[in-house]
């Protein structure tokens, strides 16, 4: 004898119970992972792919119209960089500034790694008597 059960009847409703918000949540799980991996790879290549880095080491001041600011610049030899140099008043007044070109160097063959690092002596002058002295900043010159 057949049953009447809704279920006999219509077939048996789709489940929207535990096994389905889990599978769902392992997807967006799967995701989410697949994101953060590539987005960590993006990071860590882009981070790696050019190197800049600048540091002062110091400056003199030799007259209210001469200075001069030495700085340790580190990059690629092959790469060409600009850096604007600065010196400043008592009062944080630009009274001096340059900005230098550097580079491309032809790199020796023996060149390690730690022969990215170069030091610099930018002599500048000055509009009045300066204080203090270093890089602004510095940034790659794109090829055009």
């Known amino acids: 004898m057949p049953s009447d059960s809704l279920a006999n009847r219509y077939g048996r409703p789709q489940s929207t119970g535990p096994s389905f918000l889990r599978r769902r949540g392992k997807w967006i799980a799967g995701i989410a992972l697949v994101l953060a991996v590539l987005t960590t790879g993006w990071f860590a290549a882009s981070a790696h792919s050019r190197a800049l880095d600048w540091k002062d080491v110091g400056f003199t001041i030799d007259s209210p119209t001469e200075a001069s600011v030495t700085f340790q610049l580190t990059k690629e030899p092959e790469d060409t960089v600009q ?38 002596d930018i002599d500048l002058r000055t509009d009045a008597l300066g204080t203090n002295g270093g890089v602004n900043n510095c940034w790659f010159v794109e090829d055009r």
């Open 83 to 120: 850096c604007a140099i600065q010196v400043l008043s008592p009062e944080f007044a630009v009274v001096g500034w340059r900005t230098v070109t550097i580079g491309p160097e032809t790199p020796a063959a023996d060149a390690t790694p730690s022969d990215r690092t170069v030091m610099y």
